[in-house]
């Protein structure tokens, strides 16, 4: 654990020229309290309205000088636990086995960027795959992660269907739209994302939604978490870093095309058309039902986690309550 955190040291230092954003803040400036914010992937609409509140001055009139830094791979969570960056971005499936145990990272999720997991199985529509059960005989690109297939094998038995029957194929998947038509069947995507460019692109496609499949599955994706240091030794300035933020996501929410151009300012390597009709669709996922951005409910948060215990997932159980608070959201 000391190695891997020593990894997310040295990543950062080696990032540390890549920060992105017209209010990138070495260090304090005019009296700004400096925080380094580590994203989880790429920039992409996921991220907008973090960089909403970084081109419209929130951060600054919170007193703030943030830093927006892109991570090396799987390496954010390590970043925050370590202390190089106080907060960040990662998922709550994969936070599972950070947060209990002897070697559990000193991290939790305080806001959620989204309410609902707009993750699921994407395919191409002649595949023909267009339920779960009717991903046997055909195959999919897998990370070999134990909890992402023991989900797979749930959805499709639950639908009568065989998992073994399922041709697994190691890859981590950059281009879906290229993938799905280089060979592969099938592909966990992020629908604001990837689903949103196969629509762009004119590819028809079929989509199981996981969210929709098994209420346990409806889990909080991407979550923004804070080393906890940080939140005893300085919330006030976690606090400040959420409000603005809300603001972020809520200019998003009810300025998309104006987001949009933000975000792609700030990423210009960006596809402007997917930018744009992501979006569009992910405006309405920020807060969804709820009105209080960042709001992460107990029951759904403890659900998944419960999920996990059931079915042996948990190297231990997890206590209802770990790894999130609502404590440094604004109301």
């Known amino acids: 654990m ?24 070495g260090g304090a400036s005019g009296g700004l309290t400096p925080v380094t914010f580590v994203l989880d992937w790429t920039p992409n609409t996921n991220h907008t309205g973090l960089y909403a509140a970084l081109e419209n001055g929130y951060f600054e009139e919170e007193g703030l000088a943030v830093s927006l830094i892109q991570p090396t791979e799987d390496s954010a969570s390590l970043m925050v636990a370590s202390g190089a960056a106080q907060l960040g971005i990662t998922c709550q499936d994969t936070m599972a086995p950070s947060i209990i145990g002897e070697n559990a990272l000193p991290i939790q999720a305080v806001a959620a960027i989204l309410q609902h997991n707009t993750s699921g199985i994407l395919s191409l529509k002649e595949t023909g795959i267009d339920r779960p059960a009717n991903l046997a005989g055909h195959n999919y690109a897998t990370w070999n992660m134990e909890v992402e297939q023991a989900m797979l094998r749930s959805i499709v038995e639950a639908d009568g269907g065989r998992f073994e029957e399922i041709e697994l194929i190691p890859s981590t998947v950059y281009d879906t739209i290229t993938a799905l038509n280089s060979g592969i069947d099938s592909v966990w995507i992020f629908y604001a994302w990837d689903g949103i460019a196969t629509e762009v692109k004119g590819f028809a496609t079929n989509y199981l939604d996981f969210g929709q499949l ?57 596809d402007a058309d997917i930018v744009k009709a992501s979006q569009e669709w992910i405006a309405s996922q920020y807060k969804a039902e709820v009105s209080r951005w960042g709001y992460i409910d107990p029951a759904r948060w403890d659900l998944f986690y419960q999920w996990l215990t059931d079915n042996g997932l948990s190297k231990e159980p997890i206590a209802p309550g770990t790894g999130f608070t609502n404590e440094y959201l604004p109301e």
């Open 2 to 25: 000391k190695k891997r955190m020593a990894a997310g040291l040295l990543a950062l230092m080696m990032l540390g020229a890549t920060a992105c954003g017209s209010g990138d803040a």
């Open 214 to 270: 098994n209420p346990a599955f409806d889990y909080y994706t991407p979550v923004i978490i804070a080393n906890n240091e940080f939140l005893e030794e300085q919330g006030d300035i976690a606090r400040k870093f959420l409000a603005a933020t809300k603001r972020g996501y809520e200019f998003a929410i009810e300025h998309p095309e104006e987001a949009a151009e933000i975000l792609l300012a700030a990423a210009p390597e960006l």
